[in-house]
C-alpha cells in the first residue's frame, strides 16, 4: 500500500485530492510549531508557509525537536523546513519574519491561503492574526501551551467566538509604593532591581521614571512622594560612578541604597505602624565584601548574604566596564549573564533587608525574564490537536462528520494536566458563537482601501474624511473620529483638526495602515465603527473605499463595573466562566484569564466547572 | 512500583545539563529531571505513536532507552505517518534505519536496541527496566506483556490507534502519588475518593511568602488491575450517572470490544458487531443510544489505520505520565483512557 493509503481510509479519495490542494499558513516554528509542521506534513498538505522571527536557543532544544547543538542561533523558519525535507511530500516556503510586518506580510498575501494555523508565543501577533483571519474570513486555529497546560480553538470570523471574544489578562503591576517603599513579596524586589535600579544606573534614559507620572501610586502619603521622587534624583548621581569606572565608589552604590535610603524611609513613621521595619544593611558586610568571589555556588541555591554582595560588586564592575563600549545603554535581558547577575544581587540585598525570603539565581532568571516552561508533549499534544481538528474545518470529514453547523466545532483543552477534573484527560467545548460585545469581530465593520503611494501623496486628511463621509452616509457636519489602530494614534475628532491638511504620505500611511472611523455624535443611535486596511496597488488612479454596509446602532455607554455581578448571573444561569490558561512554550506572554467565557453547558458540566473554580490550580 | 531500582547512584545535573532542560526544570524541578536521567525505560514497536513516545521522552533527558522492534521491515505505508522514515528506508529493517536518528536527537541518552524477541523477553525472570511501553500489540502481547511487567513489578503503559480514534492502558500495579495543592472549599479528607484511589497522608502547609495560599500536601495510593482482568470486569455501573450513563463514547465500547480479539475486526466483522453489544451490556450501556452507526463503521474502516496527529496526541499522553511518575510529580493515569479524533472527547474511566 502506497504513503498516503492510510489518509484516503480516513478522508477518502476527494478529500485526498483537496487536501493536496490545500495552501496553509503556519505562524511560528517554535514549540507547537515544530510539531505541527511535522503533522501537517504527514497529512499532505498540498502547501505550508512557515512564518518566524526567531533564531534557536540551547534552551529551545528540550521540545522543539526539528533542532540540534548545531543549528543554535540559526533561523527556526529555515532550519526547520530543512529538517523536515525529509519526510516531506509538501511544497514548503519558509520565512524569517514578523508576521504584523505589514511590508512583508501585506494583507494580500494572507489571501493566497485557505487556513491559518497559529503556534505562537505572544498575545500581539495572536490578535494581529486573529484580525487578519476577521479581515479575509479565514478559519483560523488559534492554540497556546505553558508548562502542563494548554488549548486549541477553532476560529471561524463572524460564527464562532474570535481570539478577542474573550478577555486576555494584562501583565500584572504594582502600585510605585510598593515597589519603592514597602516591598513585601519577592517579586516586588525583583521589579525594583530590574524596572527601577537598572534603568536607572545603567540606561541613558533622563529620568523617563514613567512609573511616577501616570501610574497608581497606592498611597496619598505626601512625604512618601517626595521622597520618592527626590530618590530618583539621587540615584541618577549614582551613575557618574559607573560612567566613571569608579570602582572604589561601588560600596557607596551600596551605602546609599541599603542604608542611606533605607534610613529615610524609616523616618517615614507612617509606614511602619502596621509593617516590619526594614533592617540597615551592615556597615562591615559591606567592608567585608567588596573583593571578587573566591568560589563559584550553584546558581540553584539560595546565597548567602556576603556572596551576594561579592556577585553585586563583581556583576557591577563588569557592567561598568561594557557602558562606553556599549553607548552608556545597557538593556536588561534574561540571558545577558552580568545583566541578570546585578539585578538577581540587587533583588536579593533589599529581600534580605526587608525580611523576605531571597531566591536562587535560577528562579529570579525566569520572574525577571518572564520564563515560561515548556515542555515536548504538551507541545505535541496541542498540535496534534490543531492538525485534527484543521479536518473537520475544511470539512474533509464530510462523509460522516460533516460541518453543516461550524459551532459544532470542538475546542479543548488539557483539563487534567490542569488540575481541573480527574476524569477527562481532555475538555472539549464546542465553540461559541460570537461575543455579541467583541469589539474585534461583532462591534465592527471592516474593508480593504485600495490607494497608491502617488495618492497617499497628494490626498490630504481633510480630503480622506470628506471621501469617508460621503462614501458611508456621513452629512458634512456628523462628528467622526478617526484613529490610527497599529500605533494607536488619535488622527481627527471633532476638537482636534492639527492633521488635517497633513498628506497621508506625511501621516505615514503605509502598506497595512489601519484606521477606525467612528461615528462621534451624542445621538442614542449611531453607525458602527468601520476599520479599514490601506493597501497600497500602484494601479489605482484614485483612492477606492470598500463599499460595506454599516448598520446603525445603541451608543454604548461605558459600564465597568457591572461585568463582575453580570458573570455571577450569567453562571447562575446555567453558562460558565472558565479559566483557561494559555500561550507557548517561549518568553514574555501572561498567562490568560477567559473571563468572559460563557457558554451553555449541560447541569453535570456546571457542576464540574464550579468545582474547578474553587479548587484553583496548583503552581 | 520502585522506579529507577537497577540504577547507580544518582548523580547531580551539571550546569550544562541545567541550561539544556531549563524549561522543563522550571516545570517539575531538579529533582525529578535527575529521577528522570537515571530511569530505564523500554518501547515496544515503533510506528506512528511509538515514533511520537521515543521523540518524547528521548527529549526529555531520560537516563537509558531502549527499543524492541520485533524485526519490522519499512513499509510504504509507514512513510504516512512516521517521521524518522524517508523512501529510502522501504523494505529495510525500521530499528536499523533509524537508530541514528533517535541518538542525535539527544546524545545524551543511552540508546539501545532490545536483541531479544519479544516471546524471549517476557519469558525471562527479570527485567532491566524501570518502565515498560507496548505500542500496536495485539490482545494476546498485551495479557502475556503484562503478566511479565507484573511478576517483575514494573510499571505498564499501553497504546494503540484505529485511525482517529485511540486508547492507552496504564499498570502501574500500586502507586502512591505526590501531590501539592491549593486547599479548596472543598478540603480533602483521608480515605478512599474513587473506586481505585485512596488519599493515604495528609498534610497541610502554608506559603512562607504568602501566608494566605493554603496547601494540601497529599499522598494518594493508586490501584491498578491487570489488563486481563479489566477486559472482563469493565463496567460503568455505580461509576456514572444515569445522565451520564447516555453520553459515553462510543469509542469505549468500540475500543474494548476491539481489545477482546484485536483481530476480529478483520476477520469476522459480523462477529465483531455481535461482541459489540456484549460489551455495552458489560458496560451497563444502551447500544441504541450509545453505537451511533456511523461511528460503528468508520471503527470497522479505519481499523489498523495509524494517523500522524492522533499518535502525536496518544503519544504526548504516555510520555506525559511516564515523565510524571519518574518525577514523581502530578497524578498518574489511571486506567484506561479512549480518544475520539471527531470530538475530541478523551475520558477517563477506572476499571
Redesign the interface.
Known sequence: ???????I??IGEDGYARIRQTKCLLVGAGGIGS?LL??L????FGEIHIVDLDTID??N???Q?LF?QRDIKQPKSTTAVKA?Q??SNSKLVPYQGNIMDTTQFPLHWFKQFNIIFNALDNLAARRYVNKISQFLSLPLLESGTA??DGYIQPIFPQKTECFDCTKKETPKTFPVCTIRSTPS??IHCIVWAKNFLFNQLFTDEDNKSDDEENKEWGTTDETEIKRIKQETNELKSLQKIILDKDFDRIPYILQKLFIDDIAKLLLIENLWKNRVKPLLLDESIIKNNCHDAKEKI???KVWDINYIIQNFVAATKKLSQRMEREGSHIEFDKDDEDTLMFVAMAANIRAYIFH??MKSV?DIK?IAGN????????N??I???S???SL?VLNL?DK??SLNDVTKL???FTA??S?MT?????S?PQVAPPNCKCPVCVQVVRGVVQTSEKLNASTTLKDLISLLKTKYGYQENDDVSILDIKDQRLLFDFDFDDLNDQTLEDLKFINGTIILLSDDSDNDLIKKPVELYFNINNNVDKIVLPDLHIPVIEQKIPQDNNEENEVLTVAENGEIDQDVYIID?DESVSTVDNNDKKRPR?K?DLEEII?IA?????? | MNATKNNPAKQTLG?DE???????I??WG?EAQTNIRSARVLLINVGAIGT?IT??IV???VGHFSILDNNHVV???D???Q?????ADVGKPRIDTIKDKIV???PRVNFSIETDTFENLISKNNSNYDIVIGTELTKDQIIQLNWWTRSNNTPLYVAGSN??FGYIFVDLIQFDSR????Q???QSALGSI?PNKEIVSLEVTID???PKKI?ENLVTKNKYVPFEKLLCTATLEGKL?K??LKRVSPILPLTLTYLKDTNMVSSNVSLFREELENTCEQLRIDPNLILKP??V??FI??NG?????????L???V??DV?NILGKK??P?NNF?I?D?????????EF
Not at chain 2, 18 to 23: E, G
Open positions: 500500500m502506497a504513503r498516503e493509503s492510510s489518509l481510509t480516513i510539531e511535522k503533522d506534513i504527514l497529512m499532505e540551547l534552551s532544544l528540550n521540545r525537536f540540534r523536515v525529509s519526510f508548562g502542563f513579596q519577592p550553584s546558581s540553584n523576605i525570603p535560577f525566569q520564563i515560561i516552561p515548556a515542555i515536548a508533549t504538551t505535541a499534544i498540535a496534534g490537536l492538525a485534527i481538528t473537520r470529514l460522516f462528520a470542538n475546542m479543548a487534567m494536566a488540575n480527574t476524569n477527562r484527560y481532555l472539549n512554550g449541560e453535570e468545582q474553587k479548587a484553583p490550580k496548583t503552581s | 550546569e541545567i541550561a539544556l532542560y531549563d524549561r522543563q522550571r516545570l531538579l511520537e521523540k518524547n527529549l526529555s533527558g513499509t510504504e505505508e512513510l504516512g505517518s517521521f524518522f522514515l524517508t523512501s542525535d536527537l539527544n485511525g482517529l501531590d501539592k495543592k491549593l479548596s472549599i472543598k474513587s512562607p511568602e504568602e496547601y450517572t445522565r451520564q456511523e461511528y463503521e468508520q474502516k479505519q489505520v495509524e494517523f500522524s496527529p492522533v499518535a502525536a496526541v503519544g504526548g499522553a510520555s506525559q515523565i502530578q497524578q493515569l483512557i480518544f479524533g471527531v470530538t475530541l472527547d478523551m475520558p477517563i474511566f
